[in-house]
């Protein structure tokens, strides 16, 4: 069994870290503890030319660091956390067009097996927008055309929509989507065979939708910054390569599930107003008819509302063939509550460190290391807390109209100001 992340950012897209590039992102991978990440930003030829300079071929599909490149990367990485680190060719595309007298945003993810066949996407897609300009470029082009080129680059290459159900930007959005993906995808809808559940929903409300029974909910992070990498991960039981991960997410043989970030924790998971500080339940968001009870604009109808609408099935619903999933809320915020500052204090970056350097990666961490384990370490809070995040005992305020909501597993004022995550 082992995690891949296969939604991620170059620096060459838009409001991302200068630090995302390859050898970055290998660090974090390592002490994230996935094993196959995305490469991000194929279609940018800046960034393009870095992962030919810089990647050679490993197993079918995949790629590593040059050795010289990976020798200086394991000297930045704990021995606990060193693992192969394998790229996957892919990009995240923005189409936006005019269908059905409605203007349509929609994210999509595209992979690739080799250099040769994501040039050939890269030279169509030349003839239609502008790659230079990010690393996520917006084409003017319908979905189900952007699919015909994928599927006309080569036999292997394949299409996932992204976040399917950000209100802005995915298939199923409430802004500019549609209400399935057949509909949005048209005659090449068949060439579907999964989707992704995007931060603010998870398996559990997509299967209230019969219509998605048939795709394979698969989770990445999205990340801009290799510290997002791995808040969301899928998970794969077949060979390290790119053929078998793909077979898997199109048969479900060797498809290990997904870990999500609690759906509440995303940031457009309820209705809201942003501006106004308005934050609703679908419920609400009906008794005022739609609009934002301060200032009368219309509200952003969130994840939650959306599946409600399109839903065919009562909540709690499972599938008989449904995947297991986990919920899990990113180690630098457990860290956070516990010293009770900001995730990106240099107080919770140490006791991070400290954690994948004594313990172990991240994700193994929160999913699999033993609380005794824990404790013995010297980080009995963090073991606490980690128990109460598996056991799924948290406290949810959840996200709305591009704002992140919080997901805690400590009472206000249980916790001793000042006490240090290691002791």
Request: hydrophobic share 35%.
């Amino acid at each position: 069994m082992f995690l891949a992340d296969l939604h991620v950012h170059s620096k060459y897209s838009r409001a991302t870290s200068r630090d995302a590039d390859l050898e970055h992102m290998a660090v974090m991978t390592q002490q994230k503890g996935l094993s196959v990440i995305g490469t991000g930003d194929f279609t940018h030829p800046l960034w393009m030319q870095e992962i030919r300079d810089k990647l050679i071929p490993a197993e079918p599909g995949l790629f590593r660091l040059r050795s010289d490149l990976q020798s200086a990367v394991n000297e930045l990485v704990p021995p606990a956390c060193r693992e192969p680190v394998r790229f996957l060719l892919e990009v995240e595309i923005s189409t936006i067009y005019r269908q059905s007298d409605r203007t349509r945003k929609v994210h999509h993810l595209i992979y690739a097996p080799n250099l040769e066949q994501a040039e050939i996407i890269n030279q169509r897609f030349e003839r239609i927008g502008n790659l230079k300009a990010d690393g996520r470029p917006i084409l003017g082009m319908s979905s189900r055309d952007l699919l015909e080129v994928v599927l006309n680059a080569g036999e292997h290459c394949f299409l996932i929509p992204a976040h399917v159900w950000t209100p802005w930007f995915a298939a199923l959005g409430s802004k500019s989507g549609f209400d399935s993906i057949d509909e949005c995808y048209g005659d090449l809808a068949e060439h579907i065979f999964a989707i992704e559940t995007g931060l603010s929903s998870d398996p559990a409300m997509n299967w209230r939708l019969s219509q998605l029974d048939r795709f394979t909910q698969v989770s990445n992070s999205d990340a801009h910054s290799p510290p997002k990498l791995g808040r969301e991960a899928t998970a794969f039981d077949c060979p390290l390569d790119y053929f078998a991960m793909r077979d898997a997410l199109r048969t479900r043989r060797g498809f290990g599930g997904t870990v999500e970030f609690f759906p509440e924790e995303g940031k457009y998971h309820l209705d809201g107003h942003r501006a106004c500080a308005v934050r609703l339940e679908p419920s609400d968001t009906a008794r005022h008819h739609g609009l934002c009870p301060v200032c009368r604009r219309e509200l952003t109808v969130g994840v939650l509302h959306r599946i409600q609408s399109l839903a065919d099935r009562s909540d709690g619903f499972q599938p008989a063939n449904a995947a297991a999933y986990e919920s899990l809320i990113p180690l630098p915020e457990v860290l956070s509550e516990i010293t009770q500052t900001g995730e990106k204090s240099k107080r919770v970056q140490a006791a991070w460190q400290q954690v994948v350097q004594k313990i172990g990666p991240e994700l193994t961490v929160l999913r699999d290391v033993p609380l005794e384990d824990i404790r013995h370490s010297g980080a009995s809070l963090l073991a606490e807390a980690i128990g109460r995040m598996r056991r799924g005992q948290v406290h949810r305020e959840a996200g709305y109209d591009g704002e992140y909501g919080t997901i805690r597993v400590f009472d206000p004022g249980e916790l001793p100001a000042g006490r240090p995550v290691f002791e």
